[in-house]
């Protein structure tokens, strides 16, 4: 017995033309499905380039925006404990000056001693707890902090020196 095998060759030409349909059909909507011009390097290769070099420099200033506004948060802690210092050191003057008077005893004159020495105390405490993640502010160990606000990496242009003070009674000369 023969055996005898038929094609049908238009039929089979049909299926590999719709299998290739469906292909561009599947590419097409994963396209409209994004949103996005470029999906793939096969899309536009130097574009997509241009789009990955975008999306680093956007990623690089967000960070930078971070950054500084983390320096903007240092100052402002650092500023605080500097207000509250200065608030007791007009009030440890006022204390001098109402001791300077000869009408007072000397009953009067310790219990100003003793709030002076308590204030005193005070901004050594301020200094020593003023704090941001981590990083003392007030004490004087931390003198200068760079802050990176840019993205090129270039000292001059791209990175703001926080300056600190000594915000320690023996400092202060209180």
């Not at 096969?42 to 967000?62: F, I, M, T, Y």
């Amino acid at each position: 017995m023969a055996l005898t095998v038929r094609t049908n060759l238009t039929s089979m030409t049909s299926i590999s033309h719709l299998n290739m349909n469906n292909q561009k059909l599947s590419s097409s909507l994963a396209r409209i499905s994004s949103g996005m011009r470029i999906n793939s390097a096969a899309d536009d290769a130097a574009g997509l380039g241009v789009a990955e070099n975008l999306d680093a420099a956007g990623r690089s200033l967000r960070m930078a925006m971070r950054n500084t506004n983390d320096g903007i948060a240092v100052v402002q802690t650092a500023e605080g404990a500097a207000n509250e210092v200065a608030n007791i050191i007009k009030r440890m003057r006022e204390l001098a000056v109402q001791s300077s008077s000869e009408t007072l005893e000397n009953t009067e004159r310790t219990y100003i001693n003793d709030e002076f020495s308590a204030l005193s105390t005070e901004v050594d405490r301020i200094a020593n707890v003023t704090e941001f993640n981590g990083l003392a502010l007030a004490d004087g160990t931390n003198a200068t902090l760079d802050v990176q606000v840019g993205i090129n990496n270039v000292a001059a242009n791209d990175r703001i020196a926080i300056t600190l003070g000594d915000l320690t009674a023996a400092t202060l000369g209180v």
